[in-house]
């Protein structure tokens, strides 16, 4: 069954605003999209309203769920003010409105000053240890090593989910060969994905491969939300989330949802991939994330005919910069056909090829990670 435009409107027109308007005729809302049961949009305010605001997104989400034939639904709060603008002064209520109160007026008064943005953070249920594969820029090989890293957690015994947060760019559809749809549970939640043993969540499993995400910030801090707390995880060790490049709104809306338990970060030995890679460390440290660790990816090429290694990136950039930033080493992964091969078709070479040079790689990175979250886990 589709779901249209006008089906989605009509169903908006019975939430009101806090001013007691239909939010149809409060001129807040983006274009609507809506296709094969998936329903995108936003709500634009003012930042100063933003707060009254969100309990208006939250009834509009679930109104938009109830639609039949509805399978998804992603609502954001757009809270901008613009730039050089002055905060706005306290509104009078509208004449037309006699008694109702402004939206100004539903913000709680602060107390103890301002609120911390990490005070939001809260566990997922059933999930030990959040723990995010992040990079400095693109195309470091940053989502095969989250693949594979959850794989060898994996093989150490522990219950593993991967949570693919690259938003523009989600790769582990076709990393890990999965390409239906999740399914929703009676409480209107997403069932992750189960392949190799992981439960899997990725936004491309909700979108076509060639669909270009052209989202601003705050429809990418309600997806990755959404991804977080609207999904069904279960009982989880560990959480790998792999993460988009950059340090942007995605890296924050994670690290001000959960309490993340450390961030591995991925690069490639050449100085440009390591500038970026301080970048994305400081960013961690700054929102007291620890670092788990630094990956050098594509360390070195060794050729599979005479066995003669090759620095084309260079080589222990990495390991210098971990050294240099005293945080842990984890290891160097090669630049090899084999990885390359088994992540375009689908069998990541941990599972694949579980006896191989590569996996145990993998696994002693894993290995590494996993006895920084012992007591985490062991708590759990």
Avoid at 51 to 62: D, K, L, Q, Y
Wanted: proline letters at 8%.
């Amino acid at each position: 069954m589709s779901v249209t435009q006008q089906q989605v409107l009509d169903s908006l027109a019975r939430v009101k605003s806090p001013r007691g308007v239909a939010l149809t005729n409060a001129n807040v809302l983006s274009a609507i999209s809506a296709a094969d049961g998936k329903v995108f949009f936003s709500i634009n305010v003012e930042a100063a309203e933003a707060r009254a605001w969100e309990s208006v997104r939250a009834e509009a989400e679930a109104a938009v769920r109830a639609i039949p034939g509805v399978t998804t639904v992603m609502v954001a709060l757009t809270a901008e003010r613009k730039a050089g603008a002055a905060p706005p002064p306290p509104p009078t209520p509208s004449r037309g409105t006699p008694g109702v109160q402004p939206v100004h007026a539903h913000k709680p008064p602060p107390q103890g000053g301002a609120q911390s943005p990490m005070a939001r953070q809260s566990e997922i249920p059933g999930v030990a240890a959040v723990i995010a594969v992040a990079s400095g820029k693109g195309g470091v090989g940053k989502s095969t090593t989250a693949l594979n890293l959850a794989l060898g957690l994996r093989d150490l015994g522990l219950k593993v989910g991967l949570l693919d947060a690259d938003i523009y760019g989600p790769s582990v559809p076709r990393l890990t060969g999965l390409h239906e749809k999740p399914e929703l549970n009676d409480e209107r939640k997403m069932i992750p994905l189960k392949r190799f043993g992981l439960a899997i969540m990725s936004i491309g499993f909700l979108v076509e491969e060639e669909t270009a995400m052209i989202w601003r910030g705050p429809m990418v801090m309600s997806a990755v939300t959404q991804m977080l707390r609207d999904v069904v995880w279960g009982q989880l060790d560990v959480l790998v989330v792999d993460m988009p490049p950059g340090t942007g709104d995605a890296q924050l809306t994670l690290a001000q949802n959960v309490p993340l338990k450390g961030a591995v970060i991925v690069s490639t030995p050449q100085d440009l991939s390591l500038i970026d890679a301080r970048r994305g460390l400081a960013m961690f440290k700054k929102v007291n994330v620890p670092v788990l660790g630094i990956v050098e990816n594509m360390s070195y090429f060794q050729c599979p005919q005479c066995g003669t290694k090759s620095d084309i990136f260079g080589h222990g950039g990495a390991r210098h910069e971990a050294e240099k930033l005293g945080v842990p080493f984890l290891g160097e992964i090669p630049l090899h056909m084999a990885i390359r091969a088994t992540s375009d078709a689908g069998t990541p070479v941990v599972d694949s090829e579980p006896d191989g040079p590569h996996a145990a790689i993998y696994r002693a990175i894993a290995g590494q990670v996993r006895d920084q979250l012992k007591g985490v886990i062991a708590a759990a």
